[in-house]
């Protein structure tokens, strides 16, 4: 029996059961940590607290955790928000005081902004291993959240084909924008019945014209919308096409992330 309209939940997993532990967090039962496999101990928020703005969202996404993989980001995670924060500082408002290190400062502050201050001297955006890890970490976790593609499934191992990102400022208005485009569905793949990421998904009806008969004919589109986590703050999509899984981010409104990774073929794995 469907649950009523004004009983559904959106961000439910309405999956096989089979799937639950390893999509879903509950203190009652066995969960699986979405980014090692073992049993998880604790809850992760997808994505990290550390990227949003207070007051937090309250419907936040969360997904079982291992304490280890847990608490494992999170030195990695302070870095890149402060990497994130003084490169827009200093190449679109051309503020160099971000860059002023206090002794006092975490370490990981100290790092990203003596990172930052060469991209500042040799105006060059090398790719940075931490922001990649981070990246990753992420794209891992919208994944397992939207997609229902467990980390450790036969179907795919967390391992990406590449990891790439730009900022804001590197970037015209027009190649920016077209980065967030919505994603038009109707030749790719959909996700488990039951996944998150149909929220998501619209039916348009496009008018078309019949060449031969000049009637009106219409063509279903199927469009995949952006998540919006925080308004301005942190949003993301993720969607399955042809052999490939695609995590894409924007984070703090200025570092756009793209992760794609490889799924495995069935057929190939049975044989």
């Known amino acids: 029996m469907l649950p009523k309209e004004e009983d559904f939940n959106f961000n439910k997993f309405w999956g096989s059961d089979l799937l639950k532990p390893f999509v879903e967090y509950s203190r009652k039962g066995v969960y699986y940590c979405i980014y090692c496999g073992a ?9 990290s607290k550390t990227f949003l703005n207070k007051p937090l969202p309250s ?21 890149v928000k402060t990497y994130i924060m003084c490169l827009k500082e ?35 955006l090398t790719y940075d291993k931490r922001v990649g ?8 976790g919208h994944a397992v959240y939207e997609l229902s593609e467990s980390y450790h499934s036969i179907k795919w191992n967390g391992t990406p084909i590449y990891i790439k990102y730009t900022v ?62 925080q308004d301005g703050v942190y949003r993301y999509i993720a969607y399955l096409d042809d052999d490939k899984l695609v995590v894409k981010m924007v984070i703090l409104d200025y570092l756009y992330g793209e992760v794609v990774f490889q799924k495995h073929n069935l057929e190939n794995i049975a044989t």
């Not at 419907?59 to 870095?79: H, I, K, M, T, W």
């Not at 408002?93 to 990203?112: D, H």
């Not at 890890?133 to 891992?140: N, P, S």
């Open 168 to 229: 804001k400022s590197t970037d015209s208005e027009k190649e920016w924008n077209n980065l967030e485009y919505a994603e038009t569905m109707n030749a790719k793949i959909l996700p488990e019945i039951g996944s998150r990421v149909f929220r998501n998904l619209l039916v348009l009806q496009t008018p078309l014209i019949s060449d031969e008969k000049d009637e009106y004919a219409n063509l279903n589109l199927v469009i995949m919308n952006w998540t919006d986590i």
């Open 59 to 79: 419907d936040l996404p969360v997904l079982p955790a291992c304490q280890r993989c847990n608490n494992g980001f999170s030195s990695d995670e302070l870095y």
């Open 39 to 47: 049993q998880a101990d604790t809850r992760e928020h997808v994505p």
């Open 90 to 124: 200093v190449l679109e408002n051309r503020n160099y005081s971000c860059l002023q290190i206090e002794p006092t400062e975490r370490k990981e502050i100290r790092e990203a902004k003596s990172t930052v201050k060469e991209v500042a001297d040799t105006r060059i």
């Open 133 to 140: 890890r981070v990246l990753l970490k992420l794209a891992i």
